[in-house]
């Protein structure tokens, strides 16, 4: 597309134009526009995508006052083309009358002196016929010789058989301007990029912009910036006149900066930068950064996401947990009805109940799913630690502290769920510090003096009596009330015997990889009757053990009752110390019978009818 637009005043001159330019004929529209049908024609070439006008005199004045958009090269008359013309009008006499517009004057002026010719100027004013015949008049009462001046002038002119010479531009000057026009062209291109770039920048910037000059008139109001301060149209209107607090003229004025200022706009918090703009030391103008808070926390949310949350993702829904007992699907209901709400949970069970797989189900039944799960294990953390993993610290907390300071995992955590495992092994000095959070849903860094607020759900869980510890003092009173808002309490698997044979089947099918591996109804009847003092988690590991030692397709009941004698068995607290006694006992001797009588110093009967006695009877 052409962008260069070459406007000659007649045919004749066109054609002596084009002949010179012929090597760029592709880069320019070559046109013929008088000063009467120039701005009709012009209109034209700016719908077509023309950016830049050849043109001389009074047409390319007209057209710059018309189209105030469109860059206008004038052609020049040079100096030559103004001595040739005086020295042709100088044969009718030496009394020249110049009848032009202003635009043609100027090198006029400068050459009367220099040629000894008497020239007398008149302004042209108007195109109007009459008001060229009454300049005419005007020049000859005053004993004008000869007439020179442009096209209009010298065609009204020669009408009235008036001696006259035209004032016309050379081929050279219109060349000359074309080379011009072309090197001003790649100027525009290139401000029209950058131009471009500075646009989307500013209509795309998550912040909102907006600038003024030195006399504190708008220059600058991104959409961002008005979308917050609610205005449309910026041109006239000064900063007071859309945010009276801002003081964004005052900063005019001092030349101080202002970081990180916390405003309220149309009842929304906005944080600003306020910095004055310099050239060199003068200050002309400045410029105001600001950004809703709410979308600041909900970035900053997003980042701790996607950045720091990575891994802290809760894997166990509902639907992975197995049962058709009653006791398991009440407890099921209750849990999803927790779930909706926002208030602590707190959920007690033996080890190996799952406990955590509830705390997973209930945060991705939540409407914080989509947040982060972050899990703690109070016990495995030393309490000199705990303070800055749960809560952060900054850069030189104290020594051998991360020169960048670190995250604490209730940041990390902030629009999800924490979950504090083992709550009953927290020591009393971190009891402390973390009911501080609940109370204030912030947490200040080890460190630090900076709050941060947090929007993190507690669920916490544990295998021991809670209330008891408190009446112990060995757990905080306030404290548990702030945890025991919702409380939950998983049954063990003894209590749900009919969920066992489920979970075992389950189980094989998981771990068995592909080998056809079944249980018989034996085996099952052994599992069932089994105490299951580690709950889910061992009989995982039971039917785990299974899977590797098995060799028969078919799982035997005999062969379950040797997984389950070389089991390991921990002391759990709904046995008796006489019941612990003997397992220790039947462990240490693999087993035999025999040798753990001898062990107790008992009668191989006496330790068989204690056995049924206590439901531990592994043959």
Wanted: charged share 25%; with cysteine; proline share 2%.
């Amino acid at each position: 597309m052409k962008k260069i637009a070459l406007l000659a005043p007649e045919e004749n001159k066109l054609a002596e134009i084009k002949k010179m330019l012929a090597d760029y004929e592709q880069e320019i529209r070559f046109e013929i526009a008088s000063i009467h049908n120039g701005l009709q024609v012009v209109g034209s070439l700016i719908e077509q995508g023309v950016e830049i006008i050849l043109a001389r005199g009074e047409a390319a004045a007209t057209i710059e006052r018309t189209y105030p958009e469109m860059v206008v090269v004038n052609v020049p008359i040079t100096g030559f083309d103004l001595v040739t013309t005086l020295e042709n009008a100088r044969q009718y006499g030496e009394n020249i009358a110049v009848i032009a517009f202003p635009s043609s004057m100027v090198q006029i002026e400068r050459l009367e002196t220099a040629l000894g010719v008497h020239i007398k100027r008149y302004n042209l004013l108007s195109k109007d016929t009459e008001h060229v015949n009454e300049r005419i008049d005007t020049a000859l009462q005053a004993g004008a010789d000869v007439i020179i001046g442009g096209f209009i002038t010298t065609d009204t002119a020669k009408k009235r058989n008036l001696p006259c010479v035209q004032i016309i531009p050379g081929n050279q000057a219109y060349v000359e301007a074309f080379f011009n026009a072309k090197s001003l062209l790649v100027s525009i291109e290139q401000e029209k990029r950058k131009a471009g770039f500075i646009k989307t920048v500013l209509n795309h910037a998550y912040e909102g912009i907006l600038s003024i000059d030195e006399n504190c008139n708008i220059t600058t109001a991104n959409p961002t910036a008005q979308r917050i301060l609610r205005f449309t149209e910026s041109n006239g209107k000064k900063a007071n006149d859309v945010w009276q607090d801002l003081g964004l003229d005052i900063t005019v004025k001092t030349g101080k900066e202002e970081l990180n200022k916390i405003y309220t706009v149309n009842s929304n918090l906005v944080l600003c930068n306020k910095v004055p703009i310099k050239d060199g030391r003068k200050i002309i103008g400045a410029v105001a950064t600001f950004q809703d808070i709410t979308k600041i926390q909900t970035a900053e949310a997003r980042i701790r996401k996607e950045v720091y949350s990575k891994g802290h993702v809760a894997n166990f829904r509902f639907d992975d947990i197995y049962g058709s007992s009653k006791p398991i699907q009440s407890t099921i209901a209750m849990a999803k009805s927790f779930s909706v709400t926002e208030a602590n949970v707190l959920i007690t069970g033996e080890t190996g109940s799952g406990k955590e797989v509830f705390a997973q189900s209930i945060h991705n039944h939540s409407k914080r799913n989509h947040g982060p799960f972050v899990a703690v294990n109070c016990a495995s953390i030393p309490s000199q630690l705990l303070e800055s993993e749960l809560f952060g610290y900054v850069s030189g907390a104290f020594t051998g502290a991360s020169k960048e300071g670190k995250l604490g995992l209730f940041e990390v955590a902030h629009t999800g769920t924490i979950f504090l495992d083992e709550i009953g092994e927290l020591d009393y000095l971190n009891q402390g510090r973390l009911l501080r959070v609940l109370q204030e849903r912030a947490v200040v860094r080890v460190g630090s003096d900076r709050v941060l607020p947090v929007d993190v759900r507690i669920i916490a869980a544990t295998n021991k009596n809670l209330s008891e510890m408190v009446v112990q003092n060995r757990f905080r009173e306030d404290l548990f009330y702030r945890l025991n808002v919702l409380y939950l309490a998983i049954p063990p698997l003894r209590e749900r015997k009919k969920d066992i044979c489920i979970y075992a089947k389950q189980f094989l099918k998981e771990l068995a990889r592909g080998r056809k591996l079944e249980l018989s109804r034996g085996a099952l009847r052994i599992l069932e009757e089994y105490q299951w003092g580690g709950n889910i988690r061992e009989l995982r590991n039971v039917v785990e053990r299974i899977v590797a030692i098995a060799q028969q397709a078919v799982v035997s009941a005999a062969f379950v009752k040797k997984m389950l004698g070389v089991e390991t068995k921990i002391p759990y607290d709904y046995t008796s110390g006489e019941a612990r006694e003997i397992m220790a006992a039947l462990h240490s001797c693999q087993g035999r019978i025999g040798d753990a009588a001898k062990t107790l110093k008992i009668s191989r009967s006496t330790l068989w009818r204690k056995m049924n006695n206590l439901g531990l009877n592994t043959k």
